[in-house]
């Protein structure tokens, strides 16, 4: 069948709102947006797991480390699903890693940034999982079939993430002046990175408008921002936090708020490899597929040998 045809077919399928599976044809510039796209949405998902993984053995009780235990499984998980949905685009899991490894694929800038204090859990949980479901809920209607479904489960879990989060900013925040203290520093450290986790402005993104076009994407990254803005606010309010933006005031007329621009002069320097903690977590996940070498090669040669019995 010509290409013109199949186009055609295609463009047809995503005007009609109808999913695109791994069998369709798709022209090679979607393929690419979506292997680059769900790819780094792995990579952040593993990545993710490195800051709170370093709090589990000094989270305050037994109940907040089996919680944030089950947290970063569930994160675990969320990577093995897309990772799984990534490759029936087409490209192999080594080779997803290898572009992690080599510097050459991205993951949220978010995960560059040093969690300081127990409060730090909270943060992520509250602020980091609030702004990355903001962003997932529009992609379990995403037109990619694989990458949808995958979104569909990683969203109920999300969702604990964050209400965990939640609690524990609550919990500090009505506790002792020290520990307030210690959840309002890190609402004013993460605050800023959370809101630059939706990507570039609009104007200035280079791949929103065409994922957009092929409903990869439902909503931009300055609606999904002003969004996650006007329902944290009043979160934060409600237990007694501030908000670290002196540009921060209600409109009456939009009903919704006005407020500061993120810093992206930071937001690019992260994304470049240079933010305060890069080549920390680059290193500890280069070091864990090393040291995991052995896992694979005899989970390689016990399959192999399984299917020599298949065989016999």
Request: aromatic fraction near 10%.
């Amino acid at each position: 069948m010509e290409t013109i045809k199949l186009q055609e077919i295609f463009d047809a399928k995503i005007d009609r709102g109808d999913m695109i599976e791994p069998k369709d044809w798709m022209p090679d510039d979607y393929r690419k947006t979506l292997i680059r796209q769900i790819s780094q949405h792995a990579h952040s998902e593993i990545v993710g797991m490195l800051p709170e993984g370093n709090w589990i053995t000094r989270a305050p009780s037994l109940r907040r480390k089996m919680v944030l235990l089950a947290k970063v499984q569930d994160e675990g998980g969320h990577g093995l699903y897309l990772y799984s949905a990534a490759e029936t685009m087409g490209i192999s899991r080594d080779e997803m890693i290898e572009q992690l490894h080599s510097g050459k694929a991205k993951y949220s800038s978010i995960f560059n940034y040093p969690t300081l204090t127990w409060a730090d859990m909270g943060a992520i949980g509250w602020l980091v999982d609030g702004a990355a479901i903001m962003n997932q809920v529009m992609l379990q209607k995403t037109s990619y079939g694989p990458y949808s479904r995958a979104m569909i489960r990683i969203c109920k879990e999300e969702s604990f993430h964050q209400r965990q989060g939640y609690e524990i900013m609550s919990v500090l925040a009505a506790g002792t002046p020290e520990q307030k203290a210690m959840a309002q520093d890190a609402l004013n450290r993460f605050w800023w990175p959370s809101l630059m986790m939706f990507g570039p402005p609009d104007a200035s993104s280079p791949n929103t408008a065409q994922s957009m076009r092929w409903k990869i994407k439902r909503e931009t990254n300055d609606e999904l921002r002003q969004k996650f803005v006007d329902r944290t606010v009043p979160q934060a309010e409600f237990i007694g936090l501030t908000v670290p933006d002196k540009d921060l005031k209600w409109d009456e007329a939009k009903q919704s708020y006005d407020w500061g621009t993120p810093d992206w002069e930071e937001f690019n320097n992260v994304i470049k490899g240079n933010g305060p903690c890069n080549k920390e977590r680059l290193g500890a996940r280069v070091k864990a597929h090393e040291n995991g070498a052995w896992v694979r090669e005899a989970a390689a040669a016990y399959a192999a040998k399984q299917q020599q019995k298949v065989a016999a």
